[in-house]
């Protein structure tokens, strides 16, 4: 069967690899424009970061609806999202280095600073719409990485009530990355 537009998805969803082929060659420029925006500064991450874009289209694009959103928007969301992901794996990674050339460490510490800077920046205009109850649960459960349990716990809130809430600021956050999209 040959993959065009109107039927890759569907072949994705079928497992099909020629569909994921297709989805480099016409869809490509989304991943490299957004790596380029957010990984500028991290090169040798950006062939990693491909891959792994493109394998959570793979596994993930049963959660793709096409009457609810455009493909392109969808693979933009899903690169940006990883390109952060990869952010925040240097960042970890190069706190955890031991280096003793000072001027090394003095270069790690200001990319570390920019990437600090960048993924703040990032979070911040994704955090920025939702109230700021919300938006602390958010940053207790994806940045801080403690569980619902313990977020109950700090917020005095039920677990199906943080549920709700991280749902609805998903939503939210998804519908106003949407508008941001179609505006570029």
Same mark, same amino acid.
Do not use: P
């Given at each position: ?40 500064? +991290? ?7 491909? %891959? *792994? ?19 392109? %928007?969808? +693979? ?24 003793? *050339? ?19 920046? *990032?979070? %911040? ?40 809430? +991280? ?7 998804? %519908? ?9």
């Amino acid at each position: 069967m040959k993959i065009s537009d109107e039927n890759f998805i569907a072949e994705l969803k079928k497992r099909n690899q020629d569909a994921l082929e297709y989805v480099l060659k016409h869809y490509g420029w989304i991943i490299k424009a957004t790596i380029s925006k957010h990984l500028y500064n +991290l090169s040798n991450y950006e062939d990693d970061c491909i %891959n *792994d874009i493109l394998l959570a289209v793979w596994n993930n694009i049963n959660s793709f609806d096409e009457e609810r959103g455009d493909f392109k %928007n969808w +693979l933009a969301g899903v690169s940006k999202y990883k390109c952060i992901d990869y952010k925040r794996k240097y960042l970890k990674h190069i706190k955890h280095e031991n280096i003793d *050339d000072l001027n090394l460490r003095t270069h790690d510490l200001v990319i570390e600073d920019i990437i600090s800077k960048e993924i703040s920046k *990032d979070l %911040n205009d994704l955090l920025n719409c939702l109230k700021k109850e919300d938006r602390e649960i958010f940053i207790k459960l994806y940045i801080e990485e403690k569980e619902i349990e313990d977020i109950s716990l700090d917020t005095g809130l039920k677990k199906d009530v943080i549920y709700n809430r +991280l749902s609805r600021g998903r939503r939210k956050m998804r %519908n106003i990355f949407k508008l941001i999209e179609s505006r570029e």
